[in-house]
């Protein structure tokens, strides 16, 4: 466990975003929006200590018009 913190403390450090845990494509998020907003692409969505995730842009792609990240 201690490796671990040790590798991901030095990736954010670096800023190294080719070393990051986020996903190209966020599909489950996705989909769980999806499904909890049932296609209303006007409701307000939030991204929460996002970062470098693509899950705003992704929204935004998919035509959900009220985005913050």
Known sequence: MRDLQKYWDAVYEQGNETKSWTQDRPVASLSAI???L??????????????????AGELLAGGYTDVSG
């Open 34 to 36: 999806a499904a909890a």
């Open 38 to 55: 049932r296609d209303e692409k006007d409701a307000p969505i939030i991204d929460i200590g996002g970062g470098s995730s693509s899950l």
